[in-house]
């Protein structure tokens, strides 16, 4: 059932990134270098498409409730959900493929452009930190670590390329539209009538305050959870202009603790001034960790049958995770995660099915694995009856979670911090001079990152809104 609060939380969220589009707008008009222009540019498209994003899941939202109320519910089955978890996208690198007339021979125009990524899944959304790219280098590295927290292991990852010509003209003080007008009519005008006079209001205000520094083409039907904005009002009055190079979308199959390449979708042809010749790949570590993986599911007392022939049992503090239902022998043990007295295994192919066949317990819980090649079957019950379901259930439900995960499962995969930086894993530059010439001092404008200066100034701006 829909939460009431839910409307109102979106709303909310809509709002602070209203806020923050409004700071990259007059930071945007503000600017007097064309590097700093990039950055505002590139949060400004960010916080609208986190925009348009929020608005979908409104609209979403609101089909559920009147589907709903008419009770044309879906089926009972949708009760049974797989557990969420943590999908992490790093050491992104797209590899380029420069004519050798302009890298090997220096000749040509530079062609320099300025390139991030945009990754979205569901309503969140992440960019990566900007890169500028020139002939000189044969691949765009991101030093980045994408973390998405709770996403089901029906995921879709769209990671997006956008590049903004770095030598075209720069006026400082552009300014910038104030209107998403192509949204105005459709999906601003459905839910602005469905939610009510007060919440209405709210989101025709978004519209409104939240200038977009792109538009769809026309007649493009915008899907809830998959957004892109390449450029399209008037070019003179937004500045910096970023627009969609290439795409992909990645799922739960596409996940693997290595590197891996993946192909791209082509959005921009050769003769567009932001053009970069792109390889037609990308390569990164694409990894997942679910919640079933990590985190504990249940905990408690129980009894372990530690011989099918004879009637020998021993308590256990138990608690399911990973693979495994871990039993120990004191509270303490299973607190600080000491080593386990007794690992029942619990995988995808394990069975579970209650008993009610012990004439002293009554119903017990049997749970058949394979160990060794050979069918184990391991028999646990507890001291109050009504507990026996509960452990039933939570066993069922995490055999579900490992199945529906698939090969995420087989082995915990790592995940490290989002902020990490690793300068010397992924050098970024020429491949070139990096093997013929390691010792020959790269020349060339050197960018300083920009991200964290604007980033402070957006907050400071959203804070001072208040």
Known sequence: MNDPTQDEKVLQQIEMEVRMREGAGKLLAACSQKDQALEASKSLLTCNTRILAFLSQLQQMRRAQILERVGSRASEDEDVAPCTGKIALSDLRIPLMWKDSEYFKNKGDLHRCAVFCLLQCGTEIHDTDLVMVDRTLTDVCFDNTIIFNDVGPGFQLRVELYSSSAVEDFTPGALVPRRLSFLGSSLGGSLGGSLGCSSGKKIRAAFDSAGACGSAPAGRHVRPGRVSLPLSLDQSALGPKYNLLAHTTLTIKHIQEGLKAHDLTFSASEDSPFWLPLYGSMCCRFVAQPHCMTQAVMRGQVKVKLNQDSSCWETFHATIRSQSLLCYQTQEDLDTEERPLLVIPVRKDTCVYVSDDDPVHGQNVNIRAQLQGEDV????????????????????????????????CDLLMRIEPANSRRPNAMKQGSLYHEIVTPSSPRMGPVVHDLSHEIRTLLSSYYSESY
Not at 379 to 405: P, R, Y
């Open 377 to 408: 079957t391991y028999t646990i019950t507890t001291e109050i009856a009504e507990d026996i379901h509960l452990w039933s259930k939570a066993l069922q439900q995490h055999i579900f979670n490992l199945g529906q995960w698939g090969p995420c």
